[in-house]
Every structure is written in C-alpha cells, then in structure tokens.
C-alpha cells in the first residue's frame, strides 16, 4: 500500500483526476466536446451546438463528461449552471425552476436582489393562488422564488416564464445560464419532449439559456422520433477512450504523484479497461492499491488488479 491515496475516481458518476476531452464518436475529426460546446455558448442560441444531448453506452463518462462542461462554463465563462440528476415519476418542472433559481443567485449573489425583483412577477399569481395572503411592495414575495420547494408543481408555462426571466437577466450581465439534465432516458415521453420545447423556444427568443442532456443511445432514438424540434438538440455519441487516452488517464494523474507505470504494465492496463472511462478508473484504483512498494506500477500489480475486478480471473 502506498503512503499517498490513489488519484483515481472509481464510482459511477464520480470526477476523474484528469479529463480527456471527449471527440464525439459520430465525428473523428472534431475537437473535444467540451471545447466545442464552450465555443457554441460563447458564440450564442444561432450556434447549431447550443442544446447538446449526450448519449452512449453505459460507463462511457457521460455524467463526467457533463460535469466537466458544466465546470468550464462556471470558471471560463462565468455562467450559472443548474444541474439536475433526472428521476423517474419525479415533478421535473418545480425541480428545474427551483435549480435555475438557485444557480442564479449562487453565481452572482450580489445581484440576487435584482433577480429576485424581476422574478416578482412571473410568480406573482402563483404565491396568490397558494392564499400566501398580501404581500406589499412584494416585500415577501421576493423570496419565494428563490426558495422554490423542488418537489412543487409547477408547469411547463411557469417554468418556461422562469426561464425566460432568468436568461434575460444572465444576457443583462453578459452572461448564460447552462440546465444540465443527466440520465433524462429515466424521463418519460411527456418531459422529453417538454425539453425539446423549451429548448427551442429558448432560442427562437435568443436567450443564453443552453440546454445539456445525457442518456442512453435510445434517447437519442426518442428525440429524433418525436422530429419537429430534433434540429434544436444537437446530438453526440461517446465511444470508447482511444489506446493513447486510457494510457493518458492512467499515467497522467499517477505522475502527478511521481508514480510512474511501467510500459508493459501500462499496455496491460489499457487493455484491460476496454476503452471504457469508468473501468479506466476501477483499473487504475486496484493497480494502485495492489502495490506494495514505492517503485512503479508492474505487470503483476496490474494483473492482480484486473482479477480483482473482473477484466480477467487473476493468475
């Protein structure tokens, strides 16, 4: 065991140590898909790659993927980003108002006050209708936006409102604001194609509002099924790593800690994962945790790990 914990992240959904930007597999010769949707936000809603839906396999990065996008955009761009982890049977619209809502504030809180004032009105018959009982100069009225309960009912016109309210108040500061939606295949058909609604109707408007989903490759089968906003979403299949990227995402975060792999041990490894992002991780965790000295990583250390999770019987 060595002294320092393994720089690898070997649970579903979990950040790994070093990024590799992901071409879309669709496409060989793109950049990375992180980069080029950094490009689509800057260039604005006219950029086809505005709206992205994500879809592959599982263990493919996906959620890492999103995450990453979602980082660049808070850091690179100064953007609010609402991230949303979709749910079965779940009231998807109270939900996303209510992330919407707090990414708002939470990325520029010294204009919460102006945000809050702005959204007064979109919720305004909303608070009467739930006898919350006057409210003068919307003194109290102006909370309850930003406190929004996610599990609230809230429809696709009052979401769509919220949006709309939020997005012009991003494009005031120069800015956008980013709804991720990760595992929305758990979503049914009605709440797939609200998306796609909103989506579009967020750029016909010209807002800097981007909309980001993740899935299995029969979302995508399902957005293109349901046809008269397809064009809106634009979509991008992951793969599987290349050879020299699960040899990067392994050796990378280990010479960060002055650990190197040996080369064959290194071939081994890479073989082993399959290409996939998830696997990459469990691989290089076990690898590590299954050397007992100070020196680099070997063949038997990676031998033993790939027995140990099931890339091979061990020897």
């Known amino acids: 065991m060595r002294n320092c914990p393994p720089p690898y992240r070997p649970l579903r959904g979990a950040a790994p140590p070093h990024f590799v930007d992901r ?3 669709n496409d060989f010769d793109a950049g990375g898909v992180r980069a080029a949707s950094l490009a689509a936000y800057m260039a ?36 609010a980003v609402a991230v949303h982890r979709c749910q079965a049977k779940e009231r998807l619209f ?35 209708a739930m006898d919350r009982g006057p409210h003068p100069a919307g003194r109290d009225l102006v909370k309850a936006p930003l406190c929004l309960a996610p599990e609230a009912d809230v429809s696709w016109a009052e979401l769509r409102q919220t949006l709309f309210v939020g997005g012009r108040f991003a494009q005031s500061l120069s ?19 609200s998306l796609g609604h909103l989506a579009r109707h967020l750029s016909q408007e010209g807002l800097p509002v981007a909309v980001l989903l993740s899935g299995g490759l029969h979302l995508a089968e399902r957005f293109y099924r349901l046809g008269n906003f397809s064009a809106t979403v634009w979509p991008t299949r992951l793969g599987a790593l290349e050879p020299a990227e699960a040899c990067e995402a392994l050796a990378v975060p280990a010479l960060d800690r002055r650990v ?24 290089g965790f076990a690898a590590w945790s299954t050397a007992t000295d100070g020196g680099p990583v070997t063949v038997s250390d990676v031998e033993e790990a ?10």
């Open 175 to 193: 800015r956008g604001l980013l709804l991720v939606f990760d595992d929305a295949d758990r979503l049914g058909g009605t709440e797939v194609e």
């Open 260 to 283: 190197d792999f040996e080369e064959e041990a290194l071939e081994l490894a890479c073989w082993g994962a399959r290409g996939r992002p998830l696997q990459v991780q469990r691989l």
């Open 44 to 79: 604005g809603p006219q950029d086809p790659r505005f709206h992205r839906l994500v879809v592959s396999e599982p263990a493919m990065g996906k959620t890492a993927l999103l995450r990453a996008i979602g980082q660049r955009a808070v850091l690179e761009l100064d953007w």
């Open 306 to 315: 790939m027995g140990l999770i099931g890339s091979k019987p061990a020897a």
């Open 94 to 128: 109270g939900a996303v108002a209510a992330a919407a809502a707090a990414s708002l504030q939470r990325q520029w809180p010294a204009e919460s006050g102006r945000l809050a004032r702005r959204l007064v009105g979109p919720w305004a018959r909303r608070a009467r």
């Open 23 to 25: 071409p879309d597999a």
